[in-house]
Nanobody, 127 residues
Framework: QVQLVESGGGLVQAGGSLRLSCAAS????????LGWFRQAPGKEREFVAA????????IYSDSVKGRFTIYRDNAKNTAYLQMNSLKPEDTAVYYC????????????????????WGQGTQVTVSS
């Protein structure tokens, strides 16, 4: 089982940037897809972005496309979410997650496809 720890959250003004990190331990995730999800107060957890392990194919939710970038460094066993042009509606707890061993180009958006989750990091965007 892999353990995931997110970091990099905080308070930022609208229009600002943050970079979230997701560090894995216990096993490598070099052959696993990675995803970021978020959950705002009173709302369900929603998909943000995902990246495959081989060809680094990425997908994004419409709400963050063009503002957020997901990438990974398999040598460091770490994934990242660069968030630019942040909006108050981006305020949420952000979670990273990994799938089991995956097809090379698989980058799923469904939370049920992921079997390991971090504890989350709070991102608050003030207006």
């Amino acid at each position: 089982q892999v353990q995931l720890v997110e970091s990099g959250g905080g308070l930022v003004q609208a229009g600002g940037s943050l970079r979230l990190s997701c560090a894995a331990s216990g096993r490598t995730f070099s052959r696993n897809a990675l995803g970021w999800f978020r959950q705002a107060p009173g709302k369900e957890r929603e998909f943000v972005a995902a990246i495959s392990w081989s060809d680094l194919r990425t997908i994004y939710s419409d709400s963050v496309k063009g503002r957020f970038t997901i990438y990974r460094d398999n040598a460091k066993n770490t994934a990242y979410l660069q968030m630019n042009s942040l909006k108050p509606e981006d305020t949420a707890v952000y979670y990273c997650a990994t799938t089991g061993t995956a097809l090379p180009s698989w980058a799923p958006s469904g939370s049920s496809e992921y079997d390991s989750w971090g504890q989350g990091t709070q991102v608050t965007v003030s207006s």
